[in-house]
């Protein structure tokens, strides 16, 4: 029941629950302690990640005695599993390049960018646990961690990056505007190319920058990843490309 209610409630709006103050040392020992480590049943088989499974503790513990934010690390969203696909099975997209992996989470695409040739990688997600989960998972998978910022980045004036990778971001019409001005601007700027992966939510079908989006991958979602997220079946890769 508890399954069902985050994945619900994440994927709606994602409400804002404080932070505890804790050591990394003792966040780590909570996520080995409260995750699985995941290697199979996803678009990117070939990726060990620390997910919530049902074998975990709080798949049926109240939610309230969760001691962070929720949990968005700890599952592993379609549209950065498509994204994450795709950037192992296309390595010139990263390598040589400067990457920024935009609402992180469990960090899987920041691991694909790193395994696929990136000269650099930031993993940017402003959950400052998702940071110590994105270090445990490059271990996992054998790889030196990306720096790894919680500052919100969205409006603010970046140094240059050659790619923005953005995983289930567009689960809220004011996030996505906000958006869009950011990474139109980034564009524009300096010529950053940038990746959405998305599994077809309606924010996302419904928003404006769809129409300035180019289709490059779809994938079809492994049949547990179908129901653990109400029956999409299917998740894509777009490269934006604003209007001149």
């Known amino acids: 029941q508890y399954r069902k209610t985050l994945l619900c409630v994440l994927s709606l709006c994602r409400p804002f629950r404080q932070t505890c103050c804790q050591s990394d040392e003792y966040v780590r020992r909570f996520i080995s302690e409260n995750t699985e480590i995941v290697g199979q049943h996803s678009l990117t088989p070939e990726l060990k990640l620390r997910l919530l499974t049902s074998n975990c503790r709080f798949w049926r513990e109240k939610p309230e005695l969760w001691p962070f934010e929720d949990p968005y690390w700890a599952i592993y969203w379609p549209g950065g599993q498509a994204l994450s696909r795709f950037l192992l099975d296309n390595p010139a997209v990263c390598r040589g390049n400067t990457v920024l992996d935009l609402g992180s989470g469990c960090g899987a695409s920041a691991i694909a960018a790193k395994l696929r040739g990136a000269a650099h990688v930031v993993a940017n997600d402003i959950d400052t646990v998702a940071a110590v989960a994105t270090r445990m998972n490059c271990e996992l998978n054998s790889l030196e961690p990306p720096?790894?910022?919680?500052?919100?980045?969205?409006?603010?004036?970046?140094?240059?990056?050659?790619?923005?990778?953005?995983?289930?971001?567009?689960?809220?019409?004011?996030?996505?505007?906000?958006?869009?001005?950011?990474?139109?601007?980034?564009?524009?700027?300096?010529?950053?190319?940038?990746?959405?992966?998305?599994?077809?939510?309606?924010?996302?079908?419904?928003?404006?920058?769809?129409?300035?989006?180019?289709?490059?991958?779809?994938?079809?979602?492994?049949?547990?990843?179908?129901?653990?997220?109400?029956?999409?079946?299917?998740?894509?890769?777009?490269?934006?490309?604003?209007?001149?």
């Open 147 to 244: 720096l790894c910022l919680s500052d919100n980045l969205i409006g603010s004036h970046l140094e240059h990056f050659d790619l923005i990778l953005l995983g289930d971001m567009f689960y809220d019409e004011a996030l996505s505007t906000s958006l869009h001005s950011w990474l139109d601007r980034s564009v524009k700027t300096h010529g950053t190319q940038v990746l959405i992966g998305d599994p077809g939510r309606a924010q996302f079908e419904g928003h404006g920058i769809r129409r300035l989006l180019r289709q490059l991958a779809q994938y079809n979602l492994p049949e547990s990843v179908r129901e653990e997220n109400y029956g999409l079946t299917c998740s894509s890769v777009w490269h934006y490309c604003p209007q001149p």
